[in-house]
């Protein structure tokens, strides 16, 4: 099935930036996502590009301070998040799919997660 391995959390001042990687060795991927959830909520849909095309799509949280972008060579999805916010903390999950016909932003779509990343904004 292969695996996901996010890097780059970790605690920020609000207002600040912080890029998180997900590296895949999962051998067919459509979609890779990222969601995240924080202490007592459900899994939120963050961002997801297309693999082969590089079509982005956000999460209304996400929309106008996150890009996601992929490198296919190495295999590398990117999540940089700018201008974060306390209401951010949470832990972020990189996930990919190998052929769902499920919506891009819902978690079921999914079959491949990672184990997940910690971001903490502080005020």
């Known amino acids: 099935q292969g695996q996901l391995v996010e890097s780059g959390g970790g605690e920020v001042q609000a207002g600040g930036s912080l890029r998180l990687s997900c590296a895949a060795s999962?051998?067919?991927?459509?979609?890779m996502g990222w969601f995240r959830q924080a202490p007592g909520k459900e899994r939120e849909f963050v961002a997801a590009?297309?693999?082969?095309?590089?079509?982005?799509y956000y999460g209304d949280s996400a929309k106008g301070r996150f890009t996601i972008a992929r490198d296919n060579a190495k295999r590398t999805v990117y999540l940089q998040m700018n201008s974060l916010k306390p209401e951010d903390t949470a832990v972020y999950y990189c996930?990919?799919?190998?052929?769902?016909?499920?919506?891009?932003?819902?978690?079921?779509?999914?079959?491949?997660w990672g184990r997940g990343t910690q971001v903490t904004v502080s005020s």
């Open positions: 996930a990919a799919d190998r052929g769902s016909v499920e919506s891009i932003s819902t978690s079921k779509r999914y079959d491949t």
């Open positions: 999962v051998e067919t991927v459509y979609t």
């Open positions: 590009i297309t693999w082969i095309e590089g079509s982005p």
